[in-house]
């Protein structure tokens, strides 16, 4: 018996779980909707999003 031998992990799970379930993962789809049914919220989220685009575009 070697060193090496004690080294392996051969009754261990080989498989890592996901770090996120399937149930909370969305699929990155964008959904469009009407600006006369946007609260003040979605306007201010979209003012941001206006702004960061702005701001990663300006260096390029």
């Given at each position: ?7 392996h ?52």
């Open positions: 018996m070697g060193r090496d031998e004690h080294r992990a051969k009754g261990k799970k080989k498989r890592n779980l996901p770090q996120t379930p399937n149930q909370e993962k969305h699929d990155g789809i964008d959904v469009e909707f009407s600006r006369e049914l946007a609260d003040q919220d979605d306007k201010e989220a979209m003012k941001r999003s206006a702004e960061a685009d702005q701001r990663a575009h300006k260096d390029q």
